[in-house]
C-alpha cells in the first residue's frame, strides 16, 4: 500500500518565523488534503489539495503529484498555530484516507 | 463542508463495561468513517460505515469489539465494548462529502478506561 512519510517530526520556532512542513508519498494519489490538530484534538481542514498551489491567509500548500511530495508553509507564526500538522492521501477506490505520522509544531511566544 | 458533533465529548469509564458513541452530520451523506487515534499516535481507521450495509472493519478491528451502526443517512454510532485500558484513545468520525472528496471530522470522544 501506500506509504506517507512526514518531515520533520517535531519543530520548535519563535513566533513570527516562517517554517515548511514535507509530506512524501510513494505512489500515485486521488486526494491529498492537510489536517491541523490542534491542542484540544481538533482535527481542522487546511488544505485539499491532489495537485497545484493553494493560499489561505498566512498558509499555503503545494503538491507536485509528479514527484510525489507535498508542501505546508506557514508564515509568520502564531502561538495559536501549535498542534500537530497530519497530511493524509486516498490512493485507492475506497475513499480511505492513509496518513502520515504527523510534524508536532510548537511555537514559542 | 459539513458540521459534525459527537457525544459524549469525553468520558471515564471502567473496564469491562461499554460505551456507544454518537456521530451527526448536518447533511445527507453516504460514507462515514471512525478513527482511533491513541496517545500522541496518527490516526488509525476502524471501520468504513456505509448506510444499508454492514460495516467494513480494517485489519485488527472486529465487530464484536466495535460494533457500528448507520440508520440513516446522517447518524452512526460506534460501541466500544468490554473496555480494557488499552482502549484508552480518542475517537474520531468522518465523512466524505461526495461533491468535493474532501473528508472532515468532529471533535472526537476522548475515552479513559480505567
Known amino acids: 500500500g501506500i506509504q506517507v512519510e512526514q518531515s520533520p517530526p517535531d519543530l520548535i520556532l519563535q513566533e513570527g518565523a516562517n517554517s515548511t512542513l514535507r509530506c512524501n508519498f510513494s505512489?500515485?494519489?486521488?486526494?491529498l488534503q492537510w489536517f491541523h490538530q490542534n491542542p484540544w484534538g481538533q482535527l481542522i481542514n487546511l488544505f485539499y489539495?491532489?495537485?497545484?498551489?493553494k493560499q489561505n491567509g498566512r498558509l499555503s500548500a503545494t503538491t507536485v503529484a509528479t514527484e510525489r511530495y507535498s508542501l505546508l508553509y506557514i508564515s509568520s507564526s502564531q502561538t495559536t498555530d501549535s498542534g500537530v500538522y497530519f497530511c493524509a492521501v486516498e490512493g485507492g477506490s475506497n475513499y480511505q484516507l492513509i496518513w502520515g505520522a504527523g510534524t508536532k509544531l510548537i511555537i514559542k511566544p | 463542508s459539513a458540521v459534525i458533533s459527537q457525544k459524549p465529548s469525553r468520558d471515564i469509564c471502567q473496564r469491562g463495561t461499554s460505551l456507544t458513541i454518537q456521530c451527526q452530520v448536518d447533511?445527507?451523506?453516504?460514507?462515514m468513517f471512525w478513527y482511533r487515534q491513541q496517545p500522541g499516535q496518527s490516526l488509525t481507521l476502524i471501520a468504513t460505515?456505509?448506510?444499508?450495509?454492514?460495516?467494513?472493519?480494517e485489519s485488527g478491528f472486529v465487530i464484536d469489539k466495535f460494533p457500528i451502526s448507520r440508520p440513516n443517512l446522517t447518524f452512526s454510532t460506534l460501541t466500544v465494548s468490554n473496555m480494557s485500558p488499552e482502549d484508552s484513545s480518542i475517537y474520531l468520525c468522518?465523512?466524505?462529502?461526495?461533491?468535493?472528496?474532501?473528508?472532515?471530522f468532529g471533535p472526537g470522544t476522548r475515552l479513559t478506561v480505567t
Open positions: 505512489d500515485s494519489v486521488n486526494n
Open positions: 489539495i491532489p495537485s497545484g498551489t
Open positions: 447533511s445527507q451523506v453516504t460514507m
Open positions: 460505515a456505509n448506510q444499508g450495509s454492514e460495516a467494513t472493519y
Open positions: 468522518s465523512v466524505d462529502l461526495w461533491d468535493s472528496n474532501e473528508q472532515y
